[in-house]
């Protein structure tokens, strides 16, 4: 059974700090996703990585997989307030190309 | 386009009443789903389906139904709401052979 496991939960930081996000799954998995969640909004695809070793970037995020770890992370650069959000792992699972299995977050806030 | 649309945008139930939540979409993706989302649990898979007449289990399908008759509407049925149904669902497509998920904006549904 697929589960994905996302630390920390809760993440303080200050303007210009970095940091990162670790996503652990449990068992093989095709594809690794990344999320950002406003509140009260719907999700916004961030990153899908394929392959050990893929690492894609946009702005001031950085996402990585590590196949046979089992691991992603989500490196923050130089953090700025409009980053603060919810930030969702998901891996692939089941065989069909949809069914994703979802971390439960990582809250960031990141404070001037 | 108008991509995938979720009605209605908020709904209060009581307990032991029935509605249906409904998911559209217009860019003919054969795979639908529908998760839910609970605070501190992230997204949990309900049902999916690949196709029009094909649907199955996720994660969490106890207390809904669903059911696919055109590639564009993948209802969520509850059949009789219960206050642990209290959540924000989200509808999801994929297209076929592809791996981007595109979400709908969400039903928050609260039963007293």
């Known amino acids: 059974e697929l589960k994905v496991e996302q630390n920390p939960l809760f993440l303080s930081m200050q303007e210009g700090k970095n940091y990162t996000i670790y996503c652990n799954y449990s068992?093989?998995?095709?594809?690794l996703y990344w999320y950002r969640q406003d509140p009260g909004k719907s999700l916004e695809s961030l990153f899908v990585?394929?392959?050990?070793?893929a690492v894609k970037q946009e702005g001031r995020l950085m996402a990585s997989l590590d196949t046979k770890a089992r691991l992603s992370t989500l490196h923050i650069t130089a953090a700025v307030h409009d980053l603060s959000a919810t930030y969702f792992c998901?891996?692939?699972?089941?065989?069909?190309?949809?069914?994703?299995?979802f971390g439960k977050g990582t809250k960031l806030s990141v404070k001037p | 386009n108008a991509g995938v649309t979720q009605t209605p945008k908020f709904q209060v139930l009581k307990t032991g009443q029935s509605m249906t939540l409904q998911c559209a979409q217009d860019?003919?993706?054969?795979?639908m789903s529908w998760y839910r989302q609970d605070p501190g649990m992230g997204l949990r898979l309900i049902h999916y389906?690949?196709?029009?007449?094909?649907?199955d289990q996720g994660e969490v399908p106890n207390g809904y139904n669903v059911s696919r008759s055109t590639t564009e509407d993948f209802p969520l049925r509850l059949l009789s709401a219960a206050p642990s149904q209290t959540s924000v669902y989200f509808c999801?497509?994929?297209?076929?052979?592809?791996?981007?998920?595109?979400f709908g904006p969400g039903t928050r549904l609260t039963v007293t």
């Open positions: 998901a891996a692939n699972y089941g065989g069909s190309q949809g069914n994703l299995i």
């Open positions: 068992t093989t998995s095709d594809r």
């Open positions: 990585l394929l392959s050990n070793g």
């Open positions: 860019m003919n993706h054969e795979y």
């Open positions: 389906s690949v196709g029009a007449g094909i649907t």
């Open positions: 999801a497509t994929v297209r076929d052979g592809g791996y981007e998920q595109y």
